[in-house]
């Protein structure tokens, strides 16, 4: 019987990934999320989880997070931590903001390397992880400044 080839498991579980993402996507963009009438530079106002930007927040992390991050972290997506959750995003915080960074650049699970973001710079990556953990307390350390004493 030439022809036909058993697919391997893998392919099934990588179609299953895109139809999630793609469904994840499409449920934001019809859920109004990315209205043209929002502030660029505003958080994500997810239905029920309006939550305001944190004190120490970086802009460019909100920008890239509202670009990339807001499909799967905004509606929990994959088992993604959303926004705002401390109880999902307490062991990911007690692995380090540089350890969580290494996971966006590589993946990790249905999370595709850099996330849905490609054209980030890892700057920009460690900037919407660090936004993402200040939402739920974490402190990003100080960049150090000429003349401060320890």
């Known amino acids: 019987m030439g022809g036909y080839r058993k697919r391997g498991s893998k392919t099934g579980l990588w179609g299953l990934i895109g139809i999630a993402v793609l469904a ?18 505003s958080p994500a106002q997810i239905p029920g989880d309006a939550i305001a930007p944190a ?17 799967c972290h ?16 307490q062991p990911r915080m007690a692995q380090g903001s ?15 390397p850099r996330g849905t973001c490609a054209d980030c710079s890892d700057d920009d990556l ?16 100080a960049s150090p400044r000429t003349g401060d004493t320890p």
Not at 27 to 34: S, T, V
Not at 55 to 71: E, L, Q, S
Not at 74 to 89: F, I
């Open 24 to 41: 994840a996507i499409s449920y934001a963009l019809i859920g109004g999320w990315f209205s043209n009438d929002r502030d660029p530079d």
């Open 55 to 71: 004190v120490g927040a970086d802009p460019t992390g909100m920008a890239v997070y509202n670009k990339a991050c807001v499909a």
């Open 74 to 89: 905004g509606t929990g997506v994959a088992n993604a931590p959303k926004l705002g959750d401390q109880a999902a995003w």
């Open 98 to 112: 540089d350890r969580l960074l290494e996971t966006s650049i590589a993946g990790k699970g249905a999370m595709p």
């Open 126 to 141: 460690k900037a919407a992880v660090e936004y993402m953990l200040v939402q739920v307390g974490y402190e990003p350390a």
